[in-house]
Each structure stands twice: as C-alpha cells, then as structure tokens.
C-alpha cells in the first residue's frame, strides 16, 4: 500500500528534548548543593520518564517519600522549561519538509503527556505544520500498545498499513506493528548503551533522519 503518512515519538525521535530536561535536573542539584552530573547520566534514560531520570541524578529510594517529591518538583519544574532549549534534530526539518512536499500527512504519537507535549510543539511552530497529536492522555493505554497509533490512523482517516511510524525505542516499534503499520528505529536518539535497535524488529533501521528520504522514495513508489 502506498504511503500516506509518517509518524513520529517526540522525545529522541523528532525532538532532541533532552536539554531541558538536564536543565531541569542541574537546577535541582544545585538548589541542594549538589555539583553537575554528567549530561548521559540524563540523556540515557530519557526513555524511562521522569521517574527513571530523577532516580538517575539523586541517590534516593524510589518508594521513599523523598523520591515522589523530587519526581513532582521536576515535573512542576519541566513545565516551564520544557521548550527552551528542545531543538529538531538535524536533518529533520529537511525531513518534514520533503514529507510536506510529497503530499504526505505527518505527525506525532508520544507517550509525553499532553501538558508538556502541546506547548513544545506550539513553541517551536510545529503545531500548525502536523496533522495529529496523540497523548496518553488521549487513550487508555499507551505506547506500546497499538492504541494510540490506531487512534491517530482514525483521526486521519487512514489505513495503518499506510502510515511509517518511526521512534527511537522498543515500545515504539512494537506499538506500530501492532497496530499493522510500517515502522522504522533511529540510532540517534535516547537508546541505552546497552540497547541495540536493529534488535526490536523495524522494518527498516537509520541512523540520521536524512536516511528516511530512501525510505520514502520506495514506500511512495509502491502501489
């Protein structure tokens, strides 16, 4: 089937959000006098939310009392700083831009909640350009269930088998080909050392976002 649109997770895919999310936390250290981490110490666990990065800059029980209101207070915290330093990752804009040359629909499915997740894109002038937005808070259950990829197919009237659904983690392939979409991982976002793309099961695995123009060209050469 011919391709009519492509889908993207946010943090490490579309966006290298993981700036603002290491301003956050240096700020908090420094609040309690407690010097700078090293930024991989943030950017490695991007994936695992706030809970996996506060756990990744303070050395705290997570069920103790102390974690929750670090985890509440980076949260508060990233509401304010959520897009002053979240950039397009290179290439991308190019990306989006031959997406939106070809014809094609493009947008976002996350699992970033939608009060952090529609400012930044309205800040950095990508919320005008993308034809869907899709949050946990728009489903019951998130990434990687199919969910939210079927309910961004719905809201664009399209056929899953239609749409590239492309994302920097293991939930985000094993939601797309739930839902019977084509699917693509990148290298270069918030992937653990430890973690290996090629092993999720993509149809197709890049290394740059530039690298999904072959990707396209195939996909809308299909009949």
């Not at 997406?99 to 400012?119: C, S, Y």
């Not at 079927?150 to 939930?171: E, H, I, M, Q």
């Not at 797309?176 to 290996?196: E, F, K, L």
Request: glycine share 6%.
């Amino acid at each position: 089937m011919r391709l009519r649109a492509v889908l993207f997770d946010m943090d490490g895919t579309l966006l290298d959000t993981a700036p603002d999310f290491v301003a956050v936390i240096q700020a908090m250290r420094q609040a309690r006098g407690l010097p700078p981490v090293e930024e991989d110490c943030v950017r490695d666990v991007v994936s695992g939310g706030a809970r996996a990065m506060v756990l990744g800059a303070f050395e705290v029980d997570p069920q103790s009392a102390e974690f929750e209101q670090l985890r509440l207070e980076f949260l508060d915290r990233y509401q304010d700083h959520c897009a002053i330093y979240s950039r397009l990752y290179d290439g991308m804009e190019q990306l989006l831009a031959d997406i939106e040359r070809a014809g094609l629909l493009w947008g976002v499915v996350t699992n970033k909640p939608v009060r952090f997740a529609e400012p930044i894109m309205h800040r950095l002038g990508l919320a005008e350009r993308s034809a869907v937005l899709v949050c946990p808070d728009h489903v019951s259950r998130s990434k990687p269930d199919p969910e939210p990829m079927l309910l961004a197919c719905s809201k664009l009237n399209l056929d899953p088998a239609s749409v590239l659904f492309v994302g920097d983690d293991l939930r985000d392939i094993e939601s797309g080909r739930a839902a019977g979409s084509r699917t693509a991982a990148v290298r270069y976002g918030y992937i653990h050392p430890a973690d290996n793309p090629g092993n999720w099961g993509a149809d197709v695995v890049v290394s740059h976002p530039l690298e999904l123009r072959t990707v396209l060209d195939h996909a809308l050469c299909r009949c």
